[in-house]
């Protein structure tokens, strides 16, 4: 349950204790109800949660028609604002790989830098940076992809992939799953392994699991449309 629920059920249990008369508990049940319900429906047919402590619904902040009209933006930097959330989040990366065996984490920039690196460093393993093409000063290896909206192309060095690993990629949200994708697929250009692949947000309904489901993609919560 989240704190917000808490509060709002503390406030619940003291209004029954003012209300001398039936009738006015029976109301504020009865209130107490139709919101429950209608906050249930939410998130039911709009997102699902996998963990069950924080609701991260309420942390990440969506902004319509970002950065082209139509495109519903699941802004996850509400949660590297919010040290209870962002603990909560490397909490649960942390239980959801316990007993995997990882030789490192593979990052995508920019926002899969920040959840990546708390990950690897409790892991003791090290961080890979996945970065945007024209950053990386060594040889790379280099994939193209095309993303919801527009085009792009990744790079990571090759003398931080050494072959026969096994990596975990980390990003914050996936789509399509083309950004994963092309980062897996560097990942096997250095004959190394993809572990698994991990993103807060998931949006299932953009198919993502026909480029990236062998690798067992795991999220946090799941968002059913836009
Ligand atoms: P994709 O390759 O289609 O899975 O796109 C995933 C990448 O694009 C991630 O790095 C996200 O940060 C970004 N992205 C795509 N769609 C969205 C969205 N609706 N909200 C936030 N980020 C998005």
Redesign the pocket.
Known sequence: MCVKNIYFLKLLVKLLDYSKYIQIKKIILACFLVIKKTRSNKIMSNCTSHTKGMDLDDVIRKVPNFPKPG?????VTSIFTNPQAFDYTINQMMEIYSKEQVDGVVA?ES??FLLAAPFALKKGVPLVLARKKGKLPGLTYQRS?D???GSATLEIHKADLPANKRYIIV??????????EAVAMMIKDAKAEVAGIFSIVG?PF?N?KNKIGSYNPKTLIDYHG?
């Open positions: 495109i519903l933006f699941y802004d995508i926002r899969g992809y993303l919801e909206y990003d914050d949200l996936i789509a399509t799953g083309g950004t994963l949006l953009l993502y836009e």
